[in-house]
T-cell receptor, first 115, second 110 residues
Framework: GAVVSQHPSRVICKSGTSVKIECRSL??????MFWYRQFPKQSLMLMAT?????????EQGVEKDKFLINHASLTLSTLTVTSAHPEDSSFYIC???????????FGNGTRLTVT | DAKTTQPPSMDCAEGRAANLPCNHS???????VYWYRQIHSQGPQYIIH???NNETNEMASLIITEDRKSSTLILPHATLRDTAVYYC???????????FGTGTSLTVIP
């Protein structure tokens, strides 16, 4: 089955630093990947859509300069949380869909803690 | 994409069938019904999807009503490991974004 690998699974960083999270589709090509954020006891909130070879599109209320997305190839997207603050602490989850369609497949998430 | 409505929580006895309902009364003809589940602190796991016909795989069965306005996910023999939040999403096969609602928190009781 389709596998999406996300790294790291956990990261702790100090306030003001930047953190990069990687998302890879291991056995399929994804022209589009998606980044979600989930706070405790809440549902997944779509942050942005990562498009291979072009700019990401962000959901309303998500700061594009704070959450930098790069989708350099058909199998890799990265999310960089810049100048992280404690309120950015959350569970970040990436997902990808095969370019031919079908279901969305998810990584196992990254637990970010900003101290 | 059409909105979905799910009960916030359900219990099911271990070994019994878990039947999780989803209403999607505004679904359009080309939209699929997708089901995912999320076990605590993990990424969502794809379960099954369908368009019109009932579907079955190794994890579950999906029953879609004839008018397509509602569906039921069936876990035939629930185990403790099936305790999770189950999300029903309606989505066309083209276009991109999957938006998650609040889902149903299923607790399987020993």
């Amino acid at each position: 089955g389709a596998v999406v690998s996300q790294h790291p699974s956990r990261v702790i960083c100090k306030s003001g630093t930047s953190v990069k999270i990687e998302c890879r589709s291991l056995d399929f090509q994804a022209t589009t990947m998606f980044w979600y954020r989930q706070f405790p006891k809440q549902s997944l909130m779509l942050m942005a859509t990562s498009n291979e070879g072009s700019k990401a599109t962000y959901e309303q209320g998500v700061e594009k300069d704070k959450f930098l997305i790069n989708h350099a190839s058909l199998t890799l997207s990265t999310l960089t949380v810049t100048s992280a603050h404690p309120e950015d602490s959350s569970f970040y989850i990436c997902s990808a869909r095969d370019r031919t369609g079908g279901p969305l497949h998810f990584g196992n998430g990254t637990r970010l803690t900003v101290t | 994409d059409a909105k979905t409505t799910q009960p916030p929580s359900m219990d099911c006895a271990e070994g019994r069938a878990a039947n999780l309902p989803c209403n999607h009364s505004t679904i359009s003809g080309n939209e699929y019904v997708y089901w995912y589940r999320q076990i605590h602190s993990q990424g969502p796991q794809y379960i099954i999807h369908g368009l019109k016909n009932n579907e079955t795989n190794e994890m579950a069965s999906l029953i879609i009503t004839e008018d397509r306005k509602s569906s039921t996910l069936i876990l035939p023999h629930a185990t403790l490991r099936d305790t999770a939040v189950y999300y029903c999403i309606v989505k066309g096969n083209t276009g991109n974004q999957f938006y998650f609602g609040t889902g149903t928190s299923l607790t399987v009781i020993p």
